[in-house]
């Protein structure tokens, strides 16, 4: 079955820098654009960043534009999210996500994800 398993979060100060990654098994992983989501308490998922199956072509939320820095190596079957400057209102439980086919579109919205991880916490205090 499909397994998209997260990791690399943690607690940090405002400033500092963490490196999520996911590992997926399962599928055929070049056939899927994957996505990084997050969601705080009492908030909706949103979508953070997007990368097609190849990594050409990459997509951010406004909010962490210049900040973080979505790559994956097909190889290792894996997705990272590089974020750096990070601030406590990027607090929030962060999940990836694997689309087939296309890219680009609606990519924020979570039902155009065909399967999830389960989540990797993080917190950034000030």
């Known amino acids: 079955q499909v397994q998209l398993v997260e990791s690399g979060g943690g607690s940090v100060q405002a400033g500092g820098s963490l490196r999520l990654s996911c590992a997926a098994s399962?599928?055929?992983?070049?056939?899927?654009?994957m996505g990084w989501f997050r969601q705080a308490p009492g908030k909706e998922r949103e979508g953070v960043s997007s990368i097609s199956w190849g990594g050409a072509s990459t997509l951010y939320v406004d909010s962490v534009k210049g900040r973080f820095t979505i790559s994956r190596d097909n190889a290792k079957n894996t997705v990272y999210l590089q974020m750096n400057s990070l601030k406590p209102e990027d607090t929030a439980m962060y999940y990836c996500a694997a689309r087939r086919g296309v890219h680009g579109g609606m990519w924020w919205v979570p039902m155009e994800y065909n399967y999830w991880g389960q989540g990797t916490q993080v917190t950034v205090s000030s």
């Open positions: 399962g599928l055929t992983f070049d056939d899927y654009s």
